[in-house]
T-cell receptor, first 111, second 113 residues
């Protein structure tokens, strides 16, 4: 059974810092992995999708990497802004769009 | 309307009530999903529909009854719920069941009293 762990559980930083959020999963047999952000009480916004054959995917200030064999993905946020404050979730797809979620990293960026 | 929409956004119901949650996707996708998000727990997949056929039911109690009349609409019918069913219910869709991203709606915050 796939299990997902995200470290740290919470992170508080001043504006402008570069951040690394970590995601580890126990079963490396995945098709792809999605990173989402969730604002309090709201739905999920898809940030990046990395296919199992890819090592990296970039969108603006966000860069996600995937090391499938070791069961790890990282989300790098450059030059953080207060608007980046949210909970970040990673979800490996174990097949047929079965996304398995961790409990996320709660990020607070202060001005 | 764009993306995935859900109504109502908030719902308070008693344990003996019957209510329905509605989800609509405007993306031309063929697969739709119901998830439950309880406080301090990871999202749990409840049901999966592909081309209007239910293909997955993750041991969800029968007091939750999904319905997918066409590929754009998904309902979750609720009856005789328990207080522990209070949660954020999220709907999502994807192009198909193999590849592509899942897109989520804003959720329905359900409180069972």
């Amino acid at each position: 059974k796939q299990e997902v762990t995200q470290i740290p559980a919470a992170l508080s930083v001043p504006e402008g810092e570069n951040l690394v959020l970590n995601c580890s999963f126990t079963d490396s047999a995945i098709y792809n992995l999605q990173w989402f952000r969730q604002d309090p009480g709201k739905g999920l916004t898809s940030l990046l999708l990395i296919q199992s054959s890819q090592r990296e995917q970039t969108s603006g200030r966000l860069n996600a990497s995937l090391d499938k064999s070791s069961g790890r993905s990282t989300l790098y946020i450059a030059a953080s802004q207060p608007g980046d404050s949210a909970t970040y979730l990673c979800a490996p797809n174990t097949g047929f769009q079965k996304l398995v979620f961790g409990t996320g990293t709660r990020l607070l960026v202060s001005p | 309307e764009t993306g995935v929409t859900q109504t109502p956004r908030h719902l308070v119901m008693g344990m003996t009530n019957k209510k329905s949650l509605k989800c609509e996707q405007h993306l031309g996708h063929n697969a739709m999903y119901w998830y439950k998000q309880s406080a301090k727990k990871p999202l749990e997949l409840m049901f999966v529909y592909s081309l209007e056929e239910r293909v997955e039911n993750n041991s969800v109690p029968s007091r939750f009854s999904p319905e997918c009349p066409n590929s754009s609409h998904l309902f979750l019918h609720l009856h005789t719920l328990q207080p522990e069913d209070s949660a954020l219910y999220l709907c999502a869709s994807s192009p198909g069941r193999q590849l592509g991203e899942q897109y989520f709606g804003p959720g329905t915050r359900l409180t069972v009293t």
